[in-house]
């Protein structure tokens, strides 16, 4: 399926052209013509399937009649809200490169930065806006917001912001919002208490929902190595060595993990950049651009600092410390390997994290191929030796389960 075969307007179209994007993604191709049809719709699928031009073409398009209103009386007709200050920035980079050929306005207002400059830009009018929920709150608070015109109201990692405690932020904000309105929801997952805020902000809605192990790229490496966690920065440096080339991004759990490793990176002669929730806007933002640019070859970052970042041409994908939760693994994953191109990434597990590994190995329904021959080996976990029989046995289940929703409707 072509671009071009979705019902939308020829100038979204060509500026979806000269992004150099062809083909939809299978969420682009199954939520767009939904939210085309003014529905509500739940959308679930993992980083880096394309999610946020599966909302922005259509809202741009839904929007596009109604784009010669004058500047200066120009109300906010569309309101995406994201947890942080990169994704805001993203996002908003995403429309202004859709809607480069209409006279719709897009704007983002983010925390971290002065208030005035998004006073300004504001009060001379926009269409669709970004936001963070605590700078929106305060912009609102101030009597620089009007919601009283919104038609389209989205929520974006949505399961994030409930990990980041905003998901009262978003009630107090949608209780400003017009009662009649199309509701969007895009989350990785949806864990219990996202469901009940989706059944609380969207009546009959669609879902679209997109399976971890049909995220998890074919084109996408996975290697796993076993070692002593005392051993994890010697092996780093091993494979940074030998075996790892091009811009390389390394996860870590903690601040202050990300921050000991760039030190012992720079110390080794790397050009390393790093982000995390204590580094400033500004310092966040230079290490972004210094990796997109290839001024620094490597980024370290925690996930939420990194969560949702596009970020082309990422080689590889090192976790350094193997995540709790498995649906992270296949965020992490998904930085690379993106837009058809290969990508590889290597996974470092300590014995106390092997438990970690055998969720995500039923998550993805996968063995990751297991790499003994390295200078820190340690025995393999026995869960390793059965995990094909529980991946099968787990394949059945989910099966069996999404057979079961089919005959009744997801509300």
Wanted: hydrophobic letters at 35%; one cysteine or more; a positive charge.
């Amino acid at each position: 399926m072509q671009f071009k075969e979705l019902p939308l307007h020829q100038k979204i179209l060509k500026a979806v052209a000269e992004a150099r994007f062809h083909k939809p993604t299978l969420v682009q191709r199954r939520a767009i013509p939904e939210i085309l049809n003014k529905k509500n719709v739940i959308v679930s699928a993992q980083t880096g399937t394309g999610k946020t031009a599966a909302f922005a073409l259509p809202i741009i398009n839904l929007l596009f009649d109604k784009q010669d209103v004058e500047k200066d009386e120009k109300k906010i007709k569309a309101l995406v809200i994201t947890p942080t200050r990169e994704l805001a920035i993203q996002i908003l980079a995403n429309f202004k490169s859709y809607s480069k050929y209409s006279n719709l306005r897009s704007t983002a207002v983010f925390g971290g930065v002065s208030l005035e400059p998004q006073k300004e830009i504001l009060a001379k009018g926009v269409d669709i806006l970004i936001a963070t929920p605590g700078r929106l709150i305060d912009l609102h608070m101030q009597g620089n917001i009007d919601l009283s015109q919104l038609e389209i109201f989205v929520l974006d990692e949505a399961d994030l912001m409930l990990d980041m405690g905003f998901i009262n932020d978003i009630k107090k904000i949608e209780k400003h919002c017009p009662r009649k309105k199309q509701t969007l929801l895009f989350s990785a997952t949806i864990p219990e208490k996202i469901d009940e805020l989706a059944k609380t902000l969207l009546k009959n809605a669609v879902k679209v929902d997109i399976n971890p192990e049909e995220t998890t790229a074919k084109n996408i490496g996975q290697l796993l190595y076993y070692l002593p966690k005392k051993n994890k920065t010697d092996l780093c440096l091993h494979l940074l060595r030998n075996t790892i080339n091009g811009k390389i991004i390394i996860f870590r759990r903690t601040k202050f993990g990300v921050d000991k490793l760039e030190q012992t990176l720079l110390k080794n002669g790397y050009t390393v950049a790093s982000i995390h929730g204590d580094k400033s806007q500004g310092v966040r933002n230079k290490a972004i651009e210094d990796f997109k640019s290839k001024k620094a070859s490597i980024l370290i970052a925690t996930d939420v600092a990194a969560r949702g970042i596009d970020i082309t041409n990422v080689d590889a994908i090192i976790n350094f410390d193997i995540p709790n939760v498995p649906e992270t693994y296949v965020h992490r994953i998904g930085r690379t390997g993106r837009a058809g191109k290969s990508g590889i990434a290597f996974s470092f597990c300590s014995p106390d994290e092997n438990n970690y590994i055998k969720d995500i190995e039923t998550l993805i329904e996968k063995p990751i191929k297991v790499i003994d021959e390295h200078p820190y080996p340690i025995n393999k976990p026995k869960h390793t030796k059965k995990q094909s029989n529980t991946v099968s046995k787990h394949k059945k289940s989910r099966k069996s389960a999404a057979s079961k929703k089919k005959k009744k409707r997801w509300y």
